[in-house]
């Protein structure tokens, strides 16, 4: 049913340390692999080994350069899926109901037996969260894992989306954004993550942990004075420093 | 309304069975869980691939690669089984035959070599994991000419760290990610150790621990680093020489680490007349000299409670002897190495080069730490807590990958062991069997016996003029001219002069090359349309040059059409293998380790494993390693010599359950026939941990080294000092001055006198040939993709289907360039064109690609007009594996001096505006080969399960 | 966005037909027998033609029938119940014409509401997005409306008020276009809030995701030249307003009504082609685009 619940249980979702993503694609294909192989159609490729290679995919790693008024350009790499939001402009524009917007927990799904592929959802979302999938004719996104994070034949120790499982630098975190307690909520709150396109007015659950200031050495004045006195000279030349090595190595 | 939503089954089956064995989407070596589904047929297949959280390399996570292993597996450029050549080299014109024919055509060349002249067959084998055996295999044929691909990968940074202090990054150590506050990465954008350094830099930055990024290419780990250094190209050895200037000469260096485990205080024979001169001063058993601070007398390094004194000097007969740190302290405290005598150089200002230096300082001796952890040295002084200054270091290919990249990695280490960080808590810690000095470590051997195995291993370091691997009459004995004095401590061999080499008859002429997994007429070599002309060429007489050529891959790559006979090898989830600690080993700085590969799944095609291929072909010619004393064969396929083979008596390939008294132990012990099922069933690798107290300090560490040997990692204790002072490379420098009976050609004196210098210094790489051309041009390898492999995987080549060149913003506008522009790229050898993307946070002066996307038409099952074809490329075209002739008649190599390490970054261009080529495709565009496999499907789908 | 022909013919000619239905249901011109049943042919044709074709865009065409379930909040939803009231109505009150010469006004009238409730809901189904500033905007139902109308007059024979409605929508193109112009810029949508990095420095898009195409680069990411679409305003609003304009105003001919129809046709299936093409989608600029 397309009206959004007035309030979910929980509020599944992920953080993003753009901090520490290193643009790696791990979390991409690693959720390429499950979802080909799980929750509803797989996730098709067409023309493959051709000239013109097209697949569907839940989540894709941006990157943007971005350059301070003074010092170096930066470069941050940003990986992007659904953001379950609150209000979720997908959900309502269904004209099927095929777009749905979970209880229990606020995941965003995609009930692919009643989607006729309209594309609606897809013009609706700001993110581009939604594909497509071109031999299914059904709308894909991503599931949160659905089919992992509550799964009894996982351990439980692997009940998180496989994005996340696979990400070796650790910077995709999965929790109840809903919970102020929530190892999640707490992360957010610590470094302040924020929310994309707020103006958009979609509330996404997922939230993106901001990079930490870069290239403080570089800020030659701040740091001259709290680092020139590790580097004063103990002596001017190869003599000069032999006769400190002597002293200093009494003291040893 | 209420709320409706459908049902869902949230515990669906995730798959029938796991199994679980070792990645090889690129040379990480993660542990995988192969999910397995029954298909609607009933069949079980690979449906889900992710990591193996037990496993010591990756604790579960995987990369964008090891998660698309699937896609590999099924890749529609598997070769499907032997082959012969059937039409000219390079037509691509192959007909199939069968395994009994494939081993035929190939004991019929190469059993008369062996007769004869066993030096005419080349083996040499590319990213290939099993070298310990494939060298055993040549070692019995008895062939010098045996090689991997790590000369022109990252041997300046492996050997110089095994003759500096034992070991070097990846393989032999990692930072010690629980401890470290700041670590400091040279180059790397994803070059080896993949997962564990993303993994660590996760740990330290949720430790609010600190990354310095010292690369001309902000992407990837620079990306996240906390502080970026754009760094000139090649100028990392100056950079950091002046980082130790600073630090020497504000006395922030760990004196007490220094004197006491390293050479910094051992006694240099200071004697300008003698044959030694230069040489470290020994006692007869060969110890090396210092003075005892506490005496005040000359003494072994190693007695108890020895005071090695940093400062004192011998003097004997009118002449002083100096400790190598009078000497280091002289060299680096000169103006040469201030900030303001490098900063121009290197592109850093001299107050950004001070604040790091200052930087290292503080977080090294201000944040240092005492671990609360007792332990012994082997001098027996007994120390209640461990020291830990917690400064790490890494780089591999980044800086190797120069002319002067030994030097630059030797003065790395240089710079790691001043801070006093290497084995420390906080710093830079070994994996076992490192640490291991290059005096463990065997010499190369070369000596050639018709119907014989060569007299020893082909690989090792050398100590001196005497190990050079040089004929009688001083020629070189090996075809890639690997220790020789154009770069006698080459210890990985010079695969990319192979090819040229042979081509070249110098130093002779080879009947046959047999190769494994190495794109030598593509990515792998430099000057690829040189190398794949040097491939097809014809002698007077209508013979090819290179006579025969034998190559074995799982895909249909770009070399295939090169060959004259193929052997098809499996992938990696079909076949048996072992990460052996004679090898390559995975082990962790608290844990040794090994790992296998087993076969998931069996092959559907007729292929084999290479190694298996092997064990068939040494028995058909009869070699002594793989033959029974009956003349049967010795091994029927590599599982039977993984488990059966015995290196020395008790050691075999893998570590884990070996035959004790009582039942499988860990380390030593004898053959266990069921070995491979224990692997199996503890997910396909063995850990077994350091004990506690033995895990830092190893080198000096006298429970370490008892544990070590226990493990059967050495057969006797052997603690050692770093060598912050190469003593072989002085020995060179000897022979260049006229001592000795081996002596180097007069062409080659001044430069061995030069670049052999026994402490760290940087040289600019030969700019002969380079007026004109002043931009530096540089590959990286992208995370997502490894070598050549990446492009048949249908879902990693959606994410690099095409590379442009990458050019920074500075450039872009004194050029005239726009994104999507093309621009000819030139350099001394040859000229490429390429569309071009701006990029701002780029070195100013470099330019930069992806390696290694560009494919040639045809190859790895895909359309001709893929755009890895017409939009990708390669750097490959710019550089020669020669440096421009310099009208002595000489092929002086482009290489380090010192190694030989392909110096595939040196490479100087031009860069210009021009109108796109023909049809948009980037130039050269050579023509497509015919795929001996086909092309792929036009959609996948690809759902084991219902 | 990509300017998808099933999409454009759909909102093109069923506007047309839905707008000839409203000038049938009010009487205008008041027909019956044959004359109506042409008219109501054409009408139909129109409508239900530009309905069918918009199912081609379909992954699912088979499941279209589900697309009535969501009417409280899809107006994709909304548009088919509009739709179906619409024709059942007018094809009631188009009976009564042709077979009974009877004109049951009450039901005229509802057809004819229920005929503008379609174009309304159609023309709601971008208008609603937020994600197309470009569209989102109460000029995209008067632009659809207003066409609609003007539309149904030229076709219904309604010269006077064809004229007026003409000149109607005409004026209200090129106020969509002007406001249109500026609308991404003034969403305060850009990169900046894409990515939550503006509070760094100046952001710009580096390598994407993936080096081939995909289907929002497809659906999403279209871009003509400034000139060209210059040009085809031109050519969209001179055929869609001013040249029927003239022709209606000239002395009354089948020939020059059917060339004023045709012109209008074409010069709204222009401006309709450029409603797609020139729309920014904000999903756009996670690439880089525009």
Not at chain 2, 380 to 395: D, I, L
Not at chain 2, 696 to 704: F, G, H, Q, V
Not at chain 2, 842 to 869: Q, S, V
Not at chain 3, 224 to 245: C, F, N, V, W, Y
Request: proline share 7%.
């Amino acid at each position: 049913m397309t009206q959004l619940p007035t309030s979910t249980e929980k509020k599944l979702g992920l953080v993003i340390d753009l901090d520490t993503c290193v643009g790696c694609h791990a979390c991409v294909i690693s959720c390429k692999g499950w979802n080909t192989e799980n929750y509803g159609a797989p996730l098709s490729d067409q023309d493959p080994y051709g000239a013109d290679p097209s697949g569907t995919f839940l989540n894709r790693v941006h990157s943007y350069e971005v350059q301070p008024s003074q010092g170096d350009a930066q470069l941050i790499h940003f990986p992007k899926s659904c953001l379950h939001c609150d209000d979720a402009p997908c959900v309502t524009v269904c004209p099927t109901g095929a777009s749905y917007k979970r209880v229990e927990d606020g995941i965003v799904l995609v009930n692919e037996s009643d989607c006729i592929g309209c594309g609606l959802c897809a013009w609706a979302c700001p993110y581009g969260a939604r594909e497509m999938d071109a031999a299914a004719g059904v709308m894909k996104k991503c599931t949160l894992c659905v089919d992992r994070i509550y799964n009894e034949n996982l351990p439980e120790v692997d009940r998180t989306p496989s994005c996340v499982r696979t990400c070796p630098a650790n910077a995709r975190h999965f929790g109840d954004l809903g919970d102020p307690n929530s190892d999640v909520s707490k992360l957010v709150a610590e470094r302040g993550g924020i929310d994309l396109m707020p103006e958009q007015g979609t509330k996404p659950v997922n939230k993106y942990l901001p990079p930490r200031p870069k290239d403080q050495l570089a800020r030659q004045d701040e740091q001259l004075d709290i680092l020139a006195p590790f580097l004063e000279p103990v002596a001017t030349e190869s003599k000069g420093f032999l006769s400190w090595l002597d002293k200093t190595l009494e003291k040893i | 309304m209420t709320h409706k939503q459908p049902v869902l089954d949230l515990s669906p089956k995730v798959s029938d069975e796991i199994r679980k064995t070792t990645c090889y989407m690129c040379a990480c070596r993660c542990g995988i869980n192969v999910h397995m589904k029954k298909d609607p047929l009933g069949d079980l297949k690979v449906a889900y691939i992710e990591g193996n959280r037990d496993h010591p390399v990756n604790k579960g996570v995987l990369c964008a690669k090891g998660s698309a292993g699937i896609m590999q597996h099924n890749a529609p450029s598997r070769l499907r089984a032997p082959m012969k050549r059937v039409g000219e080299r390079g037509s691509g014109e192959f007909e199939e035959i069968s395994w009994d024919e494939a081993y035929d055509i190939a004991a019929s060349w190469l059993k008369p070599i062996r007769e004869t002249a066993p030096e005419k067959l080349a083996f040499f084998t590319g990213r290939d994991q099993s070298q310990s055996f494939t060298s055993l295999w040549a070692q019995s044929f008895g062939t010098p000419n045996y090689a991997a691909h790590g000369g022109f990968c990252s041997v300046n940074m492996a050997a110089a760290g095994i003759y500096t202090m034992g070991g070097a990054f990846w393989e032999f150590g990692q930072p010690d990610w629980d401890h470290t506050k700041l670590f400091m990465l040279f180059g790397v954008a994803e070059d080896h150790d993949s997962n564990p350094i993303k993994m660590g830099i996760g740990k330290i930055k949720k430790r609010g621990a600190r990354i310095i990024g010292v690369n001309p290419i902000r992407t990837g780990y620079n990306a996240v680093a906390d502080d970026w250094v754009g760094i000139t190209p090649g100028t990392d050895g100056l950079f950091i020489l002046s980082m130790i200037h600073c630090l020497m000469k504000a006395g922030k260096i760990d004196l007490h680490y220094l004197a006491q485990y390293t050479d910094a205080a051992v006694l240099i024979n200071g004697d300008e007349k003698s044959p030694e001169y230069g040489l470290k001063l020994r006692d007869e058993g060969g110890k090396e000299l210092v003075i005892d601070r506490k005496t005040g007398k000359q003494t072994p390094y190693d007695q108890k409670g020895v005071k090695p004194d940093l400062a004192a000097t011998l003097r004997v007969a009118g002449v002083t002897h100096r400790p190598v740190f009078h000497q280091m302290a002289e060299m680096y405290l000169d103006e040469k190495y201030a900030p303001e005598a490098v900063a121009e150089r290197c592109g850093i200002s001299a107050q950004r080069i001070r604040t790091l230096a200052a930087e290292l300082a503080r977080v090294a001796f201000e944040e240092a730490f005492e671990l609360e952890q007792e332990w012994t040295d082997f001098r027996g002084e007994h120390h209640k807590t461990m020291t830990g200054r917690p400064v790490s270091f890494h780089a591999m290919r980044g800086i190797s990958a120069h002319a002067n990249g030994f030097q630059t990695c030797r003065a790395l280490h240089t710079l790691q062991i001043l801070l006093g960080t290497v084995e420390v808590p906080g710093g830079f810690r070994f994996k076992p069997p490192y640490p291991k000095p290059a005096t463990a470590h065997p010499k190369p051997h070369c000596k050639v016996t018709p119907n014989a195995p060569l007299d020893g291993p082909h690989l090792g370091f050398v100590h001196g003029p005497d190990d050079l691997a040089l004929k009688d009459d001083g020629t070189p004995a090996r075809i890639d001219k690997a220790f020789t004095w154009e770069n006698p401590m080459s210890a990985h061999g010079l695969m990319h002069m192979v090819i040229s080499n042979a081509h070249a008859g110098d130093p002779y002429k080879i009947d046959t090359l047999f190769m494994y997994m190495a794109n030598m007429s593509w990515n792998s070599s430099m000057n690829t349309s040189g190398v794949t002309q040097m491939l097809t060429d014809k002698d007077e007489s209508g013979e090819y040059v290179i006579p025969r050529i034998i190559y074995s891959d799982a895909y249909s790559s770009e070399m295939v059409a090169y060959a004259d006979l193929i052997l098809p090898d499996t992938t990696y989830l079909e076949r048996h293998d072992c990460i052996s600690l004679l090898d390559r080993p995975i082990c962790e700085a608290d844990a040794v380790a090994d790992a296998i590969r087993w076969p998931v799944v069996e092959p559907d095609r007729n292929v084999k494993g290479f190694q298996s291929a092997l064990c068939d072909l040494g028995a058909r010619l009869g070699l002594p390693a793989f033959t029974n004393d009956d003349g049967s064969q010795k091994y029927a396929d590599y599982a039977d010599y993984i488990v059966n083979h015995e290196r020395r008596p008790g050691v075999g390939p893998l570590a884990g359950w070996r035959m004790g008294d009582h039942g499988p132990q860990a380390g030593r012990g004898g053959v266990n026939e069921s070995q491979i099922d224990n692997y199996i069933e503890n997910g396909g690798f063995f850990v077994e941990h350091i004990p506690d107290g033995s895990n830092y300090y190893k080198p000096w560490n006298a429970a370490y080294q008892d544990w070590a040997v226990k493990m059967g990692l050495y057969d006797s204790p052997q603690p050692y000092l770093f060598s912050l002072y190469a003593e072989p490379m002085r020995k060179f420098q000897l022979a260049a001055e006229g001592h000795g009976k081996r002596q180097p050609p007069d062409h080659l004196r001044a430069r061995i006198k030069h670049t052999m210098s026994p402490l760290p210094i940087w040289y600019d790489t030969d700019q002969q040939g380079n007026e004109g051309f002043t931009v530096t041009a540089l590959t990286q390898r992208p995370m997502a993709m490894y070598h050549s492999w990446g492009s048949q995987n249908a879902w990693l080549r959606q994410l690099h289907g095409r590379n442009p060149m990458y050019v920074p913003t500075k450039l872009m506008r004194a050029r005239g360039l726009a994104d999507g522009d093309w621009a000819q790229i030139t350099s001394p050898h040859g000229a490429i064109t390429v569309p071009v993307m701006e990029m701002a946070a780029l070195n100013e002066n470099t330019i930069w690609t992806w390696n290694a996307i560009g494919k040639r038409k045809g190859a790895w099952a895909l359309d001709k007009d893929a755009p890895e074809a017409t939009k990708g490329f390669l750097l490959n075209h710019l550089i020669h594996e020669l440096m421009p002739p310099k009208g002595d008649g000489l092929r002086w190599a482009n290489s380090d001096p010192v190694t030989g390490q392909a110096a595939w970054f040196d490479l100087k261009v031009a860069i210009k505006k021009v109108n796109p080529p023909p049809d948009a495709e980037s130039q050269p565009s050579m023509p497509p080969l015919k795929s001996p496999v086909g092309q792929g499907p036009s959609e996948l789908k690809w759902k084991v399960g219902k | 966005m990509h300017p998808a022909p099933s999409v454009i013919f759909f909102s093109t000619f069923s506007g047309l037909g839905f707008g000839l239905l409203i000038f049938l249901g009010l009487g205008m011109p008041a027909t019956t027998g044959w004359s109506a049943f042409a008219f109501f042919t054409i009408a139909y044709l129109l409508a239900v033609g530009g309905l069918i074709s918009s199912t081609f865009h379909l992954g699912h065409p088979e499941r279209a029938l589900k697309a009535f379930t969501q009417w409280r909040t899809s107006w994709l939803s909304r548009e088919a119940w509009c739709a179906v009231a619409a024709l059942t109505l007018m094809a009631i009150y188009g009976a009564g014409l042709v077979f009974f010469e009877q004109r049951w006004v009450f039901l005229g009238w509802l057809g004819a509401i229920a005929s503008l409730g379609t174009v309304f809901t159609t023309s709601m189904i971008y208008g609603q997005l937020k994600t197309v500033p470009r569209w989102n905007s109460l000029l995209t139902p008067a632009n659809f409306i207003s066409l609609c109308i003007a539309g149904g007059a030229l076709l219904s024979g309604q010269t006077t008020w064809a004229v007026i409605l003409l000149a109607l929508a005409g004026a209200i193109q090129v106020f969509t276009w002007m406001h249109g112009d500026s609308a991404l810029a003034n969403s305060g949508t850009d990169m900046a809030t894409a990515t939550g990095l503006g509070s760094i420095g100046t952001v710009r898009a580096f390598e994407p995701p993936h080096t081939g195409t995909n289907y929002l680069l497809r659906e999403f990411v279209y871009v003509i030249g400034r000139k060209h679409a210059q040009k085809l305003r031109i050519i969209a609003i001179g055929l869609m307003t001013i040249l029927p304009l003239i022709l209606l105003l000239l002395p009354f001919n089948h020939w020059i009504a059917l060339i004023a129809v045709a012109a209008h046709v074409g010069g709204v299936l222009a401006a309709r082609w450029l409603f797609f093409a020139q729309a920014e989608h904000v999903v756009g600029l996670y690439y880089g685009k525009r």
